[in-house]
């Protein structure tokens, strides 16, 4: 039987739009895992490059990978400065209803 071959699994890799971008970021909030959430910035920031947008977050590129690793731990000052970088938004919206009237 031969081998298979196998390769780490990159998201960056497979984001390509804008739009493929927000769905993922949306998704991750949807889980409403913060670790989750910070990984996913992570994978959009190095697919669109994480020194640039370090730069304009105004962060260290270091700082930034550290922050948005799986292990990180960021500040929300440090996710909304991201997030404005990679030219997103966060938005509220109502949450499902848990069968309250």
Not at 37 to 59: N, W
Not at 66 to 91: C, D, M, W, Y
Request: charged share 25%; no cysteine; net charge negative.
């Amino acid at each position: 039987m031969a081998n298979t071959e196998t390769k780490p699994w990159d998201p960056a890799d497979h984001l390509r739009t804008d739009e493929e971008m927000a769905a993922y970021l949306e998704a991750a909030l949807e889980e409403g895992d913060p670790a989750l959430v910070a990984a996913a910035l992570g994978d959009i920031a190095r697919a669109k490059r994480m020194t640039q947008v370090a730069r304009e977050a105004g962060l260290g590129r270091e700082s930034l990978y550290k922050a948005l690793s799986p292990t990180g731990n960021p500040e929300f000052a440090t996710i909304l400065k991201v997030v404005a970088a990679l030219g997103r938004q966060l938005h509220a919206t109502p949450a499902a209803s848990k069968g309250v009237v």
